[in-house]
């Protein structure tokens, strides 16, 4: 392994922003989430290239935690639907979309502080301007924040709209929280409508899911949410909530059982970032084992 250092200049982003008249965002697959918030149009936006470095900004408030949000050079770049773990390490990464949230949001940081639970929130730009102090909770309760582009959008779009809806929302998340995330998620899981493409030019990590709690599916009961997150969940799973874009009263709801089902199966949450990091190690352990020596219970080298 080599101790190289992502060093990469980190460039001032301008964003001029246009708002014109408002529209709504366009619903192309109800199932899944922002289904109510009425949104205003906005035309492509003068910007620069700008930052993905991974750091948490000093400019974050001073009590805030340290927040790992660097990830492995081997997935810059990369669609990661989970991670490939040892079967025995037992861990998962909650993540939660489309927020920041006036009202749940708070509720699952609730949660998750009681259960000294990390998690990772994938953010709307327009969101976190709109409620900036709960984007700030987010980060200082130890959260791991994503890019989830500026307006949500799902239709194809050109390079320079693509860049400015990813841009704009890395600017806002930095601005209002200090931290400059490396993590993208494509709304609506949609990777070939050109926002996935300039992500990874900009290495971000394409953040995908491997458990789906379909909690914007209306008809589902919270007691579903629970079943359908807990059902075949694998060590290194990355679990897809939702705390903005309606109302998510049910995973609210959900949650705690969620959480609890996954402990009484001897499950430990981490981020996104810490799960990357932990399939990294368990790489660079076996790649560092001898080939000539047989295969050894333990994964843990003797010398
Ligand atoms: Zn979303």
Known sequence: MSNEKLLQTIKLVSVIGITAGGISLGL??????????????????RHS???????????????????KTEIPKQFQGQTIYQ??????NKVVALTFDDGPGPKNTAQVLEILKKNNIKATFFMVGMMVKNFPQIAKQVAADGHVIGN???????????????ASEIERTADIIYKTTGVKTTLFRPPGGFLHNGLADYAKSQKYAI??????????????QPSALVKNVIKGVKPGAIVLMHDGGGNRSRTVQALPQIISDFKAQGYKFVTIPELLEMQSQEQSLAVASPVTTKAKPENQPSH
Do not use: C
Not at 49 to 67: E, G, L, W, Y
Not at 83 to 88: D, I, Q
Not at 213 to 219: A, E, G, Y
């Open 28 to 45: 192309l697959i109800p199932k899944i989430g922002f289904d109510h918030l009425s949104l205003s149009k906005q035309p492509i936006d």
């Open 49 to 67: 290239k700008a930052h993905n470095q991974a750091v948490t900004s000093a400019s974050a408030q001073a009590a805030a935690p340290v927040i």
């Open 83 to 88: 991670a490939k773990l040892n079967p025995n």
């Open 148 to 162: 989830h582009t500026w307006h949500h959008w799902y239709r194809r779009m050109d390079v320079a709209t693509a």
């Open 207 to 220: 953040m995908m899911w491997s458990d789906e709690s379909s909690d914007t599916q209306r008809r589902e």
